[in-house]
């Protein structure tokens, strides 16, 4: 069974900052693409962000607030979070073998099929 390990959510103030990460089992899942969907109380996923095949994709909602990476050689995947806002919170969940298209996730002005998932970290942000 794959397993998509992820850590580092929390409570923060508004203003505040998290790192996310999110570890995977083996190298080919860098060859994919890579991501993170959050999913508020009531409110269906939204997906936040992808990487792969060396592009970045990004939700509006987070655009300049949020980065993504990965450490190859650490089979690690992160979301570095700044300036929350409490609309941020929700359960971060890590996505991975992704594919680009079809009636999937849509992040920022591409749709993403992920096949894998991670349990989720949840982030709180208090006003």
């Known amino acids: 069974e794959v397993q998509l390990v992820e850590s580092g959510g929390g409570s923060v103030q508004a203003g505040g900052s998290l790192r996310l990460s999110c570890e995977y089992p083996?190298?080919?899942?860098?060859?994919?693409?890579m991501g993170w969907v959050r999913q508020a109380p009531g409110k269906e996923r939204e997906g936040v962000t992808a990487?792969?095949?060396?592009?970045?994709f990004y939700a509006d909602s987070v655009k300049g607030r949020f980065t993504i990476s990965q450490d190859k050689a650490k089979n690690t995947m992160y979301l570095e979070m700044k300036s929350l806002k409490p609309e941020d919170t929700a359960m971060y969940y890590c996505?991975?073998?992704?594919?680009?298209?079809?009636?999937?996730?849509?992040?920022?002005?591409?749709?993403?099929?992920?096949?894998?998932w991670g349990q989720g970290t949840q982030v709180t942000v208090s006003s």
């Open positions: 996505a991975a073998e992704g594919f680009i298209g079809g009636s999937g996730i849509l992040i920022g002005s591409d749709t993403f099929d992920f096949r894998v």
């Open positions: 083996g190298s080919t899942y860098s060859l994919y693409y």
């Open positions: 990487i792969g095949l060396g592009r970045t």
